[in-house]
């Protein structure tokens, strides 16, 4: 009995599972049938899936009054899109449309360190070309020696690329047919092997050129491949009405830059371009470690989303230099995402928007549009001027100036200009000549030239001097033209001015009153002061600045190590309490250093960006708050026997050294000239300045190569103080001298 119920309890247990096993089959089938029928409905018909990423709007940028600066435009893109290109046709579909965009005079982009025309060269005039020529052989395992023909037929074999065409009946032969044996025959019509055409290299090339392009930069199905960028109105239209030709070949309607009035500030706009594959590889791994940085108790899948979300794609475009570079992340947005569906022929079923792109912030400028026009034309002008009216020696030969103007309160930049300039419009179509221009334009020079300041340093050493009180504001130093120091160097001063104080000193430019005031005070005390007012230290701009340097006994000891000269004298001392020897600062440090003095010690980091606002200017993300750097560690007293010094130096009608341009101003101007000398006859002309000197708003450093003597330097920065004050319609009469020389 008891084992007739065992065998029941089995029979009870296997009819469980047997109708479990049913039950599960039934789920499932009705899950096929019913919940997922469509999924596997467009399976069997052969349909396919794919996700795309949906470009995101740059962000643009505006002066500090809201008119644009760069701007975005629609542009039309070409683009490779693997989803819909069947890969037998691959090769023909991009000769197809390369022969479409020679025909209508277009370009494409093709990287390949390899010419584009017979006799095939490599292409290694640069490094990186070098180093990708390099990683094409190690890659594609060719000899590092081997030459530009086995090169080209390893990546001809490689893409497929080699084939001859029977004359007779245009039969293709895919591979090598000099590797067939002498009696064969095309299999479609019985021609001789001699009556095979073999394929076109220079085409070959081309196409190559493309593929290699897509492999580098990730083509895949989910991925487009851009072809070629910005292309006309009417080469779009071209392409459309040959679409039908060229599966997988579609135009992308996106933005790109314009600069408006792109000869204004390119230096601090700076410009945008492709992702280089060292951009590509740099930037990612700094988005990922700023992830692991921001999110240490992140898994490594929530890590890896935000990464892919992040991340920059082969054919992004990305800023390159000035505020483009520096505000990258804030201009780039975030990318969308869409998925498509196609069936089995390509043809597009479904476009479904997973994630909608966000536009990049707008970033708001400190320039004024107005002020950098200004500072433009009167650097234009006075250039002109210079050639027609001075000897080559005499500043005739002056050839470019940088010019800085910062807001005393805020230490925003109101104008930066280096001129001879250029239009951002023009940068890609005219980098050869731009690049190979001697005076090199290319190059932001008010934050990455430095400069020997000359006698705009002598405040500097009136503030040490009076800080530390070794002179006063009535001390008088009894000027006598040649200062003994008791050995064979006895400098001279251009003047002899007798008894005078640090007020008339400034405004006369006296080397000998500097001489005696920077050696009671030594020079650490003047390398401190350097250092609090602004000067050989970073400004704390946006942009990528040079340090500069100040001139002390270790500076000047380590970098003339082993020379003759190589230990520090006393009479270094003197050359650098006026501004000469190792002092070397840039345009952009000298204005605020001069706004500095004029914001009674109190130095401002400088900066570019105003606030940084969403796209469509409806929010703003964030606001640039007036950052102080550091007090001057001098009274009250010091700044104020500066700045009547400095004003003197423009005020006085018959010693100042500004006073033919500032002389019956309308506006007090403080200011001080300066000509550091140089080998030969090409002393250059620095010039600071701030107005009203009494309640100062706004603080210009001039630098003029070749300027001759520092009076040289006011003219830009009155055209900017013009500007500024509203002064333009009041003709101020100025004369030009060739008169004494100022320090």
């Known amino acids: 009995m008891e084992e007739k ?3 029941k309890g089995r029979v009870f247990l296997l009819v469980g599972v047997i109708i479990a096993v ?26 396919y899936t794919s996700t795309q990423s949906i470009d995101a709007a740059r962000g643009e940028m505006l002066d500090r009054y809201g008119r644009p600066l760069a701007v975005n435009q629609v542009s039309y893109d070409v683009m490779i899109n693997e989803a819909y290109l069947p ?62 023909q086995t090169t080209l037929d390893n990546l001809f074999k490689k893409y497929k690329l080699i084939h001859y065409t029977c004359k007779e009946c245009g039969y293709r ?85 314009r600069y408006v009035d792109g000869s204004l500030a390119p230096h601090a706009i700076g410009v945008v371009g492709s992702i280089t594959q060292e951009e590509y590889t740099a930037n990612n791994q700094a988005i990922l470690e700023r992830i692991k940085e921001q999110h240490p108790d992140w898994t490594e899948e929530q890590i890896d989303q935000a990464y892919q979300e992040q991340k920059y794609g082969y054919s992004d ?6 505020l483009e570079y520096a505000m990258e992340d804030q201009l780039r947005g975030e990318r969308g995402e869409k998925r498509i569906t196609t069936d089995a022929s390509g043809n597009v079923l479904t476009t479904e928007i997973i994630k909608q792109a966000k536009p990049g912030n707008t970033i708001v400028t400190t320039l004024d549009k107005d002020l950098q026009r200004a500072a433009l034309e009167g650097c234009e002008e006075f250039l002109k001027m210079a050639k027609a009216t001075y000897s080559p020696e005499q500043g005739g030969s002056a050839d470019r100036i940088s010019v800085v103007a910062q807001d005393v309160k805020s230490g925003e930049i109101l104008a930066m200009v280096n001129y001879p300039t250029y239009d951002l419009s023009d940068y890609y179509t005219k980098y050869s000549e731009l690049s190979s221009d001697p005076l090199r334009p290319l190059i932001n020079y008010c934050t990455q030239g430095i400069y020997m300041p000359g006698s705009i340093y002598k405040p500097v050493v ?27 160097y006895n400098p001279r001063c251009l003047g002899l001015h007798g008894p005078i104080n640090v007020q008339y000193a400034l405004m006369v430019s006296c080397n000998y009153f500097f001489y005696e005031s920077g050696t009671r005070q030594g020079i650490d005390n003047i390398v401190k002061y350097s250092n609090q007012l602004g000067l050989g230290t970073k400004t704390g701009i946006e942009l990528s600045e040079t340090t500069g340097h100040v001139s002390s006994p270790e500076y000047y000891e380590s970098v003339r190590q082993g020379q003759v000269d190589d230990t520090w004298t006393y009479g270094n001392v003197l050359q650098s309490a006026i501004g000469q020897l190792d002092n070397a600062f840039t345009p952009l440090q000298m204005a605020n250093y001069t706004a500095t003095l004029a914001n009674d010690g109190k ?21 640039t708050e007036p950052e102080m750097l550091n007090q001057v560690e001098a009274d009250q007293d010091a700044f104020e026997q500066v700045r009547q010094g400095m004003l003197r130096a423009s005020r006085d009608t018959t010693r100042g050294t500004a006073r033919y341009y500032f002389g019956d101003y309308p506006i007090d101007v403080a200011s001080k000239t300066g000509t550091p000398q140089a080998t030969g006859n090409d002393d250059n002309a620095t010039f600071i300045a701030y107005a009203p000197a009494n309640d100062p708003e706004i603080a210009v450093a001039v630098v003029v190569e070749k300027g001759y003597s520092g009076q040289r330097g006011a003219p830009v920065a009155k055209a ?24």
């Open 5 to 7: 119920q065992k065998h």
């Open 22 to 47: 049913f039950v599960v089959f039934a789920l499932r089938l009705m899950k096929y049938q019913i919940v997922d029928a469509e999924k596997y409905r467009e399976m069997a018909q052969g349909n």
């Open 87 to 148: 890969n037998k046709m691959r090769n023909t579909v991009i000769e197809r449309i390369i022969l479409l965009m020679e025909s209508e005079g277009q370009s494409w982009i093709d990287t390949l360190p390899i010419s584009t025309t017979e006799p095939f060269a490599f292409l290694t005039e640069t490094e990186s070309q070098k180093r990708q020529l390099e990683q094409i052989k190690t890659n594609n395992k060719i000899n590092l020696d081997a030459d530009v």
């Open 173 to 257: 032969y895919e591979g090598e047919l000099s590797e067939e044996k002498e009696d064969y025959v095309c299999p479609e019509c019985g021609a001789s092997k001699e009556q095979f055409e073999a394929y076109d290299r220079l085409m070959a090339r081309k196409i190559a050129g493309v593929r290699y392009q897509m492999e580098v930069y990730g083509s895949s199905t989910s991925t487009p491949y851009t072809f070629s960028k910005d292309i006309p109105i009417d080469v779009v239209v071209t392409i459309k009405e040959y679409s039908q030709q060229m599966p997988g070949i579609e135009i992308k309607e996106t933005t790109s830059r």
């Open 317 to 322: 475009i990305i800023g390159k230099s000035g």
């Open 462 to 488: 009136a503030i040490g001097g009076m800080a530390t009180g070794v002179i006063d504001g009535e001390t008088l130093i009894d000027c006598k033209q040649v200062y003994q120091t008791g050995t064979s």
């Open 603 to 623: 130095r401002m980091r400088s900066h570019l960006v105003k606030s940084i606002e969403s796209y469509n200017l409806e929010e703003t993300v964030s606001t």
């Open 720 to 743: 900017i103080f013009d500007e500024y004050f509203g002064l333009n319609d009041q003709q101020i009469e100025q004369q030009n001298s060739d008169g004494q020389l100022i320090p």
